[in-house]
């Protein structure tokens, strides 16, 4: 066991992901170098390895983390906006709405879940009435499709929960919902299908040009490319500084949120926004696409831009301004407190930057996942122009299939489970996960080393019970798996230990 433990550190130092072993150990003897490096593996860093994965080019992830996703990224609202939030004529605009319109086929292709549900921004007042008009006539400039102001019986035909007193709304037809991880996931593992690499707990501590372009410096180990993308989240601006002046500051905006149990899940059909104001988009209440009930976000200026924890001060004033819009919210249903950190800059705009072969995408606050896809076409575009001259792969590989047990006929479940026995182990009860869902996870492009990187994949975890009986199952199978034992097993990051040691000496494990 402790030789294995050995070789999976030294995958971890060297980056081997599937198929990727040849590459970093010519790296390591100092011959690769990579077309372009992408530094980040959020929805953005991910969203730029697929695009570049089309291309005949060789591409280097670097992710800080154990997994993808492990950023702004796996905490926000989930929301695949529509467009008419972002100032008009600015690339947050553009990218925005062109996103939305490719989410649609991407996560077709790449079974990633999304629902286009529509949203709401409910007018209560006379100024809220007014923002609405001017949001409205924001969506027509930013060519939104199919926005259009509705009268209040319309909304409450739309949504009968709304609050009684509301005057208009704005209403969005192409509004979505997605799970951010599973996009994220999906990309960086059809990237990695494709042929691009990725190496995680490489945190990049230094930049430095060279003859051929640029080394990057991670913790574990140099990585030599002709062009990097800085997709570093809330870091982007610390990473742009490890190679160029100074150029913009990111500023980290934590938001907080209450996650509901499912059976409030259809308190709303769309996505119910209250009008925005200085702090965002204000809070919402919407369905997941898993069938829960959000609530959130806060807005709030935090020091510390890996600070995710929640407050019950904040998440007090979430709950009481999400009962504005849906007065019949039920907050005791809450299942799960959450906060995402938003990567936002003084710049009412992404900073979407090339210099000589160095791409900033930066400052990628909501709609950031919305536009990822439209971020990375443009990154592409900005590589292109800096000397990036490399063809399309004609074999490029755009599908991926995720067995979702749980949504299969009686029929469909019965013959997987006669291939693959593993399927009739139900692991999630909440969830009806099975174990033959996780193996298929822990043997994908990008297998997951924790029990919350099982539950970004397979949706474990996720109902009411928030892995009180799944995650000691879960364990066991990463440890069975991973040949290891299962004091190694984490439950997230790197360090986050769940066992401590036996508690009975010298019998059997149960
Ligand atoms: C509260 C909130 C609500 C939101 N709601 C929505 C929404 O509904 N719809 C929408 O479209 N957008 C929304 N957003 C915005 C969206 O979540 C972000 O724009 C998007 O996730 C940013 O992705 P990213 O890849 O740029 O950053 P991240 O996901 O943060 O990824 C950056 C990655 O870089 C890695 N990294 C950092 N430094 C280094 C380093 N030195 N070396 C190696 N790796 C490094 C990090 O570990 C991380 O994995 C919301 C954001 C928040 C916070």
């Given at each position: 066991m402790q030789v294995v433990y050995l070789i999976q550190r030294k995958r971890q130092r060297t980056g081997?992901?599937?198929?990727?072993a040849f590459a970093c150990v010519r790296f390591e003897e100092g011959k690769e170098l990579y077309d372009v490096v992408i530094i980040g593996c959020g929805v953005t860093g991910a969203a730029a390895a697929y695009e570049l994965s089309k291309l005949q080019v060789s591409v280097m992830i670097l992710e800080?983390?154990?997994?993808?996703?492990?950023?702004?990224s796996r905490a926000n609202s989930a929301i695949i906006h529509a467009g008419y939030?972002?100032?008009?004529?600015t690339l947050m605009a553009r990218l925005n709405v062109e996103g939305n319109a490719m989410a649609e086929d991407l996560c077709k292709a790449l079974d990633v879940p999304f629902k286009r549900i529509g949203s709401l921004v409910a007018a209560f007042d006379d100024y809220d009435e007014g923002v609405v008009r001017d949001l409205y006539e924001r969506g027509i400039r930013n060519g939104v499709p199919g926005i259009r102001i509705i009268g209040p019986e319309e909304t409450k035909k739309i949504e009968?929960?709304?609050?009684?007193?509301?005057?208009?709304a704005l209403y969005a037809p192409t509004a979505g919902i997605i799970n951010p991880w599973e996009y994220t996931i999906a990309l960086a593992e059809t990237a990695v299908r494709n042929g691009a690499q990725l190496m995680r707990n490489a945190e990049v501590t230094a930049i430095a040009r060279t003859q051929d372009g640029y080394c990057v410096t991670t913790t574990a180990g140099d990585v030599q490319a002709k062009y990097v993308v800085n997709?570093?989240?809330?870091?982007a601006d610390k990473v742009h500084e490890m190679l160029l002046p100074p150029a913009f500051e990111i500023v980290p905006v934590r938001g907080e949120y209450d996650l509901l149990d499912r059976s409030e899940?259809?308190?709303?059909?769309t996505v119910v926004f209250q009008c925005p104001g200085p702090e965002g988009k204000g809070v919402l209440v919407s369905p997941t696409v898993h069938g829960n009930l959000i609530v959130g976000p806060s807005a709030e200026e935090i020091?510390?831009?890996?600070?995710t924890a929640t407050t019950a001060e904040v998440l007090a004033k979430v709950r009481e301004r999400a009962k504005r819009a849906i007065?019949?919210?039920?907050?005791?249903?809450?299942i799960r407190n959450f906060a995402g950190v938003r990567a936002n800059s003084?710049?009412?705009?992404f900073i979407l930057l090339e210099e000589d072969g160095f791409v900033d995408l930066a400052?990628?606050?909501?709609p950031g996942l919305t536009a990822a896809p439209a971020i990375a076409k443009y990154a592409v575009e900005l590589l292109r122009k800096a000397g990036l001259d490399a063809p399309e792969k004609e074999d490029f590989i755009n599908e991926r299939h995720v067995v979702h047990f749980a949504e299969l006929d009686a029929e469909e479940q019965k013959a997987l489970i006669e291939k693959?026995?593993?399927?009739?182990?139900?692991?999630c009860r909440c969830n009806t996960v099975t174990e033959g869902e996780i193996l298929d996870a822990i043997h994908?492009?990008?297998?997951?080393?924790s029990v919350d990187g099982i539950k970004r994949r397979c949706?474990?975890?996720?109902?009411?019970c928030q892995g009180g009986f799944c995650g000691p199952r879960i364990v066991d199978i990463l440890a069975r798996e991973l040949h290891?034992?299962?004091?190694?097993?984490?439950?997230?990051?790197?360090?986050?230990?769940?066992?401590?040691?036996?508690?009975?000496?010298g019998g059997e494990r149960a």
């Open positions: 081997h992901e599937k198929g990727a800080k983390e154990n997994d993808v996703a492990m950023g702004t939030d972002a100032p008009s004529g009968p929960n709304i609050a009684e007193n509301v005057r208009c997709a570093a989240g809330v870091f899940g259809t308190r709303c059909n020091p510390d831009r890996e600070d007065p019949s919210v039920d907050l005791r249903q809450c003084r710049v009412d705009d400052g990628i606050k909501s693959n026995p593993a399927y009739g182990r139900v692991i994908s492009p990008i297998p997951p080393v949706i474990t975890g996720m109902g009411r290891t034992d299962p004091s190694k097993i984490v439950q997230d990051g790197t360090g986050s230990y769940i066992l401590t040691g036996e508690t009975k000496q």
